[in-house]
């Protein structure tokens, strides 16, 4: 199994807790960890032994200075928009199928399910969020001018086929789309308008589900998505928006306790406190 990360020094923490519970909640398998970075992380040897502690393998994978020399850079649009759409670019050749995830998820149930996707004829698998409304999947259409998509996906959970992805996703493509819009999340927005009709879907009640909406989970589904049924079934916890559960002092969401639990054993684990090989 492969996974891919992007992130600095402010998600180390975040990182090992999201691994401790793909290592807790997935059956065993050899599991090599991909990491983005523009600058060496500073505690990467302690990524490096939580990652052996857990069973897995760190990589870390260095952003060249000339991919993105030709990119549109600005403020808004800095080069790690760039990361998970050129990953294919930076990864080794030798890989066939990575799965990459956001640094605010949190793995509860065996990921397999996920990682095993058929993705035949298809770039990504991925989740359209059911918290989105009629109009807003409509406004995202018409904003992006991608009518055949299935809706908006979420980019946070993305199994690529890269394989695939190498044939057809080209980055003179993708900057020249940025050049030409206005964009509201640009990476998201890209993959959405150049690649969302060649995205498998993924249930998000199952693959990304948004913590924020758990009583409209609850409600579409009449009953069915409660919380007891989510711990049960749904592999994949993404805590949204800005409210995230390492930051609050307090219980602000039905999921927060749990992450804090995760967070806690990773912390342990990387203080050499708890090991479980």
Known sequence: ???????????????????????????PTK??????????????????RVCAHLGMTYHPVMVEDGLFATAPVTDRYPTTI????????????NLHKILYLDADVLCINDLTSLYDLDLSGYLYASA?????????????????QNFDADGYYNSGVLLMNLDEIRRRVRAEDIFSYIRQHVLLLPDQDV?????????????????????RNGRIYETI??????????????????YCGREKPWLTTKNSGRYTALYKHYWRLA???ADDKLRLN
Do not use: C
């Not at 359209?128 to 992006?144: A, C, F, S």
């Not at 009709?197 to 990304?208: G, M, R, T, W």
């Open 82 to 93: 760039y990361y998970r759409l050129l990953a294919h670019q930076l990864l080794p050749e």
């Open 267 to 269: 912390e342990r684990v």
């Open 128 to 144: 359209i969020h059911t918290g989105l409304t009629n109009t807003t999947e409509v406004i995202n259409k018409i904003r992006l």
């Open 221 to 238: 589904s009449f009953g069915e998505w409660t919380l007891d049924w989510a711990v049960k079934h749904t592999v994949i916890l993404h």
């Open 191 to 211: 993959l959405n308008a150049l690649y969302g009709k060649y995205i498998k879907s993924v249930p998000d009640e199952l693959y990304n589900f948004d913590t």
């Open 1 to 27: 199994m492969n996974l891919l990360f992007s992130i600095d020094d402010h998600y180390t923490t975040q990182l090992e807790t999201v691994l401790l519970s793909i290592r807790l909640n997935t059956r």
């Open 31 to 48: 599991i090599n960890v991909y990491v983005i970075q523009k600058q060496p992380l500073k505690q990467a040897a302690e990524l490096k």
